[in-house]
T-cell receptor, first 111, second 113 residues
Framework: GENVEQHPSTLSVQEGDSAVIKCTYSDSASNYFPWYKQELGKGPQLIIDIRSNVGEKKDQRIAVTLNKTAKHFSLHITETQPEDSAVYFC??????????FGTGTRLQVTL | DSGVTQTPKHLITATGQRVTLRCSPR?????VYWYQQSLDQGLQFLIQYYNGEERAKGNILERFSAQQFPDLHSELNLSSLELGDSALYFCASSVGVGQETQYFGPGTRLLVL
């Protein structure tokens, strides 16, 4: 079945530094890769997504890269701010609609 | 605010009981998904409905069932509750089926005592 591995499980960076979270997947049919941010007490919020026909996508301080050959994709956050502190989840979906999620990365941005 | 609403926000009940969780999708969305989030299992897909019909099933227990009504709202029914059913239950919606963006609601926190 589908499996998504996510690393690291926790990440602490200083304000202004960059943060990188990596995910690998196993299903070669996967072709949609969203990233969600979850703050305490809230539901997952989509922050960026990428489809398999694109290698990189950027939205202000957030970027996602996809390597379909190696079956991995990464989230990059530049110039981190305290409000970036949250749990981040990668996910994938292929022919089915259901999302398979990674295990989450708790990002802490310190002053 | 994603536009997806869920009620109730919190639910405390006892083992063996039955509860119903409710979800209203974003305006215009025909697909509704249910996910369970627990500390040991993470975020797990339970079931999807599209325009009133069951579309896909995940690792949903037989004690759990769902439906989507003509007005597109959905209900998740959990029966014979066990301690291990304590979790956050999220509803998400999308316009259609396939690789579409899913928008999540704020969740229902279920505590089974």
């Amino acid at each position: 079945g589908e499996n998504v591995e996510q690393h690291p499980s926790t990440l602490s960076v200083q304000e202004g530094d960059s943060a990188v979270i990596k995910c690998t997947y196993s299903d070669s049919a996967s072709n949609y890769f969203p990233w969600y941010k979850q703050e305490l007490g809230k539901g997952p919020q989509l922050i960026i997504d990428i489809r398999s026909n694109v290698g990189e996508k950027k939205d202000q301080r957030i970027a996602v890269t996809l390597n379909k050959t190696a079956k991995h994709f990464s989230l990059h956050i530049t110039e981190t701010q305290p409000e970036d502190s949250a749990v981040y989840f990668c996910a994938e979906t292929g022919t089915a609609s259901k999302l398979t999620f990674g295990t989450g990365t708790r990002l802490q941005v310190t002053l | 605010d994603s536009g997806v609403t869920q009620t109730p926000k919190h639910l405390i009940t006892a083992t063996g009981q039955r509860v119903t969780l409710r979800c209203s999708p974003r305006s215009g969305d025909l697909s509704v998904y249910w996910y369970q989030q627990s500390l040991d299992q993470g975020l797990q897909f339970l079931i999807q409905y599209y325009n009133g019909e069951e579309r896909a099933k995940g690792n949903i227990l037989e004690r759990f069932s769902a439906q989507q009504f003509p007005d597109l709202h959905s209900e998740l029914n959990l029966s014979s509750l066990e301690l291990g059913d304590s979790a956050l239950y999220f509803c998400a919606s999308s316009v259609g089926v396939g690789q579409e963006t899913q928008y999540f609601g704020p969740g229902t926190r279920l505590l089974v005592l």
